[in-house]
């Protein structure tokens, strides 16, 4: 059974910072790329990163950019994504995804996990 597990989300206050994890159980991560997304309440959701299969390519949402990193170990089967600079409007479910390539577009990616909340609020 293919299985993506986030894991790292909580509270924190603005301006602070957390490492959220994706973890694979059943398979190895080695051929995918990694994407990160996230849902506010009432929102769609929304790519926020994407780290190809080799860690070259590194795509992220303007929202993020100069705040959050994403990075891969494909030794420990885990990617990651630091979040530095936290705002209140980062506040969402985050969720990784498993595919062959990146892509912006939640419906193009095959493997989800279930998400982690993170909550920015002083």
């Known amino acids: 059974q293919l299985q993506l597990v986030e894991s790292g989300g909580g509270l924190v206050q603005p301006g602070g910072s957390l490492r959220l994890s994706c973890a694979a159980s059943g398979f190895t991560l080695d051929p995918y790329a990694i994407g990160w997304f996230r849902q506010a309440p009432g929102r769609e959701r929304e790519g926020v990163s994407c780290i190809s299969r080799h860690g070259n390519t590194l795509n992220y949402a303007d929202s993020v950019k100069g705040r959050f990193t994403i990075s891969r170990d494909n030794a420990k089967n885990t990617v990651y994504l630091q979040m530095n600079s936290l705002r209140p409007e980062d506040t969402a479910v985050y969720y990784c995804?498993?595919?062959?390539?990146?892509?912006?577009?939640?419906?193009?990616?095959?493997?989800w996990g279930q998400g982690t909340l993170v909550t920015v609020s002083s």
């Open positions: 995804a498993a595919e062959f390539r990146c892509s912006s577009w939640p419906a193009d990616w095959g493997y």
